[in-house]
Every structure is written in C-alpha cells, then in structure tokens.
C-alpha cells in the first residue's frame, strides 16, 4: 500500500508540470479516475472523482494565481462527483470546510466533516485514517468552491474550484501602448511623480518604440474565473507565430478595478507584426497562426524607430543638404527657361495651324449656310430665307470674332441658332441638352467645337428624315470631365471609311491641335454609328 502512495505522489507531481495532456476519466479497470486535485504544497490532500458517463472532459490541475494553496479542476458536462480527504481519526474534529455556488449560494459554511466513505484497516498504508466525503450537491453547469483548513492553522486554506459551465468568450477591453510622460509634483507635498502617456492600440495599430517606452496594458472584460484567462504576446511572421509572454496573473490595482496584465516594451522591442491574444482554454498553446472561436486578440505592428543623429553630423547633413538643394535650383531654373521658350515656341506653332484650320472649317461651314439660304431661295421660301439670314449674321459674327474659347452657354446659343436655321430646311426636331449642375456662364469650351458633326447629322440624317428626324444635342458633367455628344436617328455610316468631306477630318485636325494645347486636360473624340443612328462624343477631360 506504500508503494500505491507513493506512485499516487508521483503521478500528482507529474501531471501538475504536464497542464497540457488529455486526462482520462475511468481507469484501466473502467473504474473514476480518483485525482489528487489539492495544491502540492497543502498539507490537507483532497481528490475528485467524476461518477457518471456524461462528462466529456476534465482537466484537473490548474493552479489559482497568487494562492499557493489553490487549484482549479475544469470539467464538461459533468453531473455527479466526489470530492474526499484522508484525515486521521482523531484530528477529525479540527476540520471545517465551505462550499459556495457561483460565487453566490452558500452550500456550507465551516461545517464539520461527518461522512465517512471508507475506514482504513490496520494492516493498510493509511492505518487510523478516514476518507471523508465533502458531499459536493449537483455540479451541472455550475462553479463549485471548496473550501477546507485545519485548527487553529485558519489562513492556511486548501482551495479547490469546479467548473462546470461553458467558459465564456475571451474579450480585451482594451489594450494601450504606456510612454513615461510629463513629471508632477503633488500639491502640497514634495513628492514627484510621472503622469504616464496612454497611447490606444487598435486592431492594426502602428507605432515606433523609444526609451519613454514603458510597455502595453492588456485588460480584459471581466469575468467570475479571470485566472482561467491566458494573456498572451505573440509575434507573427507569414505562418509562423512565437510566443514571446503568457501569463494567468491578472491585476486589479487600477482605478477601475478591471483585470490586467502588463507586458513590458523589451518584449515587442524588435520591428514586426505581433498580437496580443487571450484564450479562456487552459493548457492551450499560443504558438498556432490561427485561433479557435472563444479567443480574442489585438494585431499591431511595431515600426522601425526613427534615426537620430548628433549635432555635428546634423549640421554636416544640413550643409550638403543646401548646397545640393542651391545647385539642383539652378540646374532646375535653367532647365525650365528650355523648356518654357520650347513650350512657347510649340504652343505658337499649334496655334498657327490651329488658325489655319479653323480658317479652313469656317469657310466650309459658310459655303454650305450660302447653299441652304439659295435652295430656300429657289422653293419661294422668301420668309424662310429672311429667318435663315439673320441666323447666319449672327452666326457669321460669331465666327469673325476669332476668339479659341467661349463661354458654354454662347456656344449653347449658336448650336441653338445653327439648329433652327437648318429646322427650316427640313423640318426635323431637335433638342438641346444641359446638366443642371453646369455652370454654362462660367465653363469655358473651344468655339464651336460641336457644330461641324451638328452640320454632319442635319446633312446626311435630317435632310433624309426630314419631319421623322430627331436630333439631340447634350452636355453633360461626369466628374470633373465634361461631355458633349451629338445624335441623331438617322441610317448610319461606316465611321472607319474616309470620306471626300472637308468636315470630319478638319476636326480631327482641330482636336490633335487642341490637345497640343491643353495636355493637362486632353479633349477624345468618339464616334458610333449603326442602321439606329449615329452618335459623336467629345470628352473634356478635367475641364471642369
């Protein structure tokens, strides 16, 4: 029988330093595994046994922080259990344990052991010995806190906590970066203090470390087990995670009263990608990339700290630093006046062709107003004419005047005019579109931009329609672009054959030119056409 004991020390001792292993629940035999579950360090052995086959786990040591004389037994669904103590027979009346229930319900208070389960014999190890039952009510999903000291020893207490309830979810109150701060001094007293700067760390925080860095304050969502809650730091590097601090012995000195734990910046010293995490499962490891439900955690990455130089080689820097800037100034200057004269001399160049083509569109759209006005001649269309004649004078204004821009809604005007004058040849109705949130006073376009593929749609589409045609011409602000388009319903042409006409290629020319002009806000020209229509879109980027 002393050979029994002996082996039961042993296996205590052992499964204390092995938190980590799967513990069985019956014996070889299919008889409860009897667990010596009492700290080794009391002098009062206390041992749990599991009677029944629902329970689908236990874990049966986990020291109490801060109690040497204080274990944690976690079990799963357990119904029925035993609870017992060797006690000699005649100290038995020193003893005097309590049992509480969620922390909440007193079951016993300082009772007196009276149920005996089984009486040493003579000829056994344990000979006067008694093994006494501590009769633990109902466990199902419930906290159960044993209790038990000898006489007159009352501060030496054995404790012994059952949990039988879901571990509820690990939470982080919060987490901050500590920076010694300003100093103080209290008032009325000579003594100085430092005020610490509290830095909030965020999921995916970033921040560099220097010597005021003191450390991180993990605090945790409090719960009625605390001590079953493992904090940990943790440094995560593509799939690997090395665990660099763990501890179960939470704080309660802040003002709050909120469980903490202090992990200090030599830790996290080292640039990279860490966590803080939490897990209420004991035992667990912390090295694993990825985590189960019931953890909690808190990603940052600590930032290579700034460099920092002396004096002398912070005025050495600064010098090569101005002579560089001074030389790369001038090389700059001197540089831009090139390209200035070059720019000037390109934009001159643009310019003249630009005039020439215009000289060249203007006469082109001339010509075919002088054939509208003649053919409304030759029909008797005398009042027809007359409008058309006084439509094309201040169309024809418009046109001396020269200018390369004009404002939106002049250009409104003219299309508007050109339109009505063309509406009396053919009778085709048209329409012209503006957004609402164009300012058409203050948007400046290049003249008549629009016009020569208004004259190509009343040409090849309204002249055949004639009353069935439909015109629409819009403006419109997409972003800071502006877009004009101009469609009509007409039969369609094949938009990649090149036509004997003056008036698609000129414009082509005038775009090119334009964008020679304005290359910070280049102008595209887009054409669609089928048997359903044909539509012109010109976009002026960031000309709004």
């Known amino acids: 029988m002393k050979t029994t004991i002996s082996l039961l020390l042993f296996f205590l001792l052992f499964n204390f330093s092995k938190a980590q292993e799967k513990f069985p629940l019956t014996n070889a035999e299919g008889n409860p595994m009897n667990y010596y579950v009492s700290r080794p360090k009391s002098k009062i052995p206390i041992f749990l046994a599991v009677n029944d086959k629902q329970t689908k786990f236990i874990n049966p040591f986990n020291a109490l922080p801060n109690d040497p004389l204080g274990n944690m037994v976690y079990l799963v669904n357990a119904k029925t259990i035993a609870v017992t103590t060797w006690i000699k027979k005649d100290s038995i009346d ?5 049992i509480f229930e969620n922390d909440t319900t007193i079951v016993r208070a300082n009772a007196k052991l009276s149920q005996i389960d089984f009486v040493w014999p003579a000829s056994s190890d344990l000979p006067g010995y008694l093994t006494m039952n501590l009769t633990v009510p109902d ?20 404790t012994v906590i059952i949990y039988n309830k879901s571990l509820p979810q690990a ?13 103080f001094k209290t008032r009325g007293t000579n003594i100085i203090s430092t005020l610490a700067d ?23 969502n409090k719960t009625d087990i605390d001590f079953a ?36 910046a030599s830790y996290f010293s080292e640039p990279g990608s860490y966590q803080l995490r939490i897990t209420p499962m004991p035992g667990q490891s912390f090295d694993r990339t990825s985590i189960d439900s019931k953890w909690a955690k808190i990603s ?6 700034p460099l920092t130089f002396g004096i002398s080689e912070v005025i050495t820097a600064l010098s090569v630093i101005i002579l560089l800037a001074i030389s790369t100034f001038l090389l700059i200057r001197r540089k831009n006046k090139q390209k200035l004269i070059i720019a000037h001399r390109q934009a001159e160049s643009a310019k003249t062709e630009l005039n020439h083509v215009r000289s060249q569109l203007n006469p082109h759209f001339v010509f075919n107003a002088l054939g509208g006005i003649q053919n409304l001649m030759n029909q008797k269309e005398i009042e027809k004419a007359n409008s058309y004649l006084s439509k094309f004078a201040r169309l024809t204004r418009s046109i001396l005047d020269g200018k390369q821009l004009i404002a939106l809604k002049d250009e409104h005007r003219l299309l508007d005019d050109y339109l009505a004058m063309e509406q009396l040849r053919f009778n085709f109705s048209y329409q012209i579109a503006v957004d609402t949130d164009i300012d058409i006073l203050e948007v400046m376009i290049p003249t008549m931009l629009l016009q020569p593929f208004a004259e190509n749609a009343v040409k090849h589409s309204m002249s055949v329609q004639g009353n069935k045609g439909k015109l629409l011409v819009a403006f419109k602000a997409v972003g800071d672009n502006l877009i004009l388009s101009v469609n009509d319903n007409g039969e369609g042409f094949d938009v990649q054959k090149v036509y004997a006409g003056f008036g698609l290629s000129l414009c082509k020319k005038r775009i090119d030119l334009l964008n020679r ?23 002026l980027n960031h000309w709004l």
């Open 198 to 220: 509290i830095i909030p760390i965020n999921n995916g925080s970033k921040f560099s470390l220097d010597k005021k860095s003191r450390g991180i304050q993990l605090i945790l």
């Open 94 to 98: 020193y003893y005097r344990y309590s």
């Open 171 to 183: 939470r982080i109150e919060k987490a901050v970066l500590l920076r010694e701060g300003r100093l």
């Open 229 to 264: 809650y493992y904090a940990g730091l943790v440094k995560v590097s593509k799939n690997k995670a090395d665990t660099l601090f763990v501890s179960n012995n939470w704080n309660y000195d802040s003002h709050d009263g909120k469980p903490y734990v202090f992990i200090p």
């Open 139 to 158: 466990t199902r999903n419930k906290k159960i806190t044993v209790k038990i000291y000898r006489l007159p020893e009352e501060s030496k207490v054995t």
């Open 300 to 305: 940052f990455k600590v930032k290579s700290p």
């Open 517 to 539: 002009m304005y290359q910070d806000c280049p102008i595209t020209l887009e054409l669609h056409s089928d048997l359903n229509g044909t539509t012109a879109i010109i976009t």
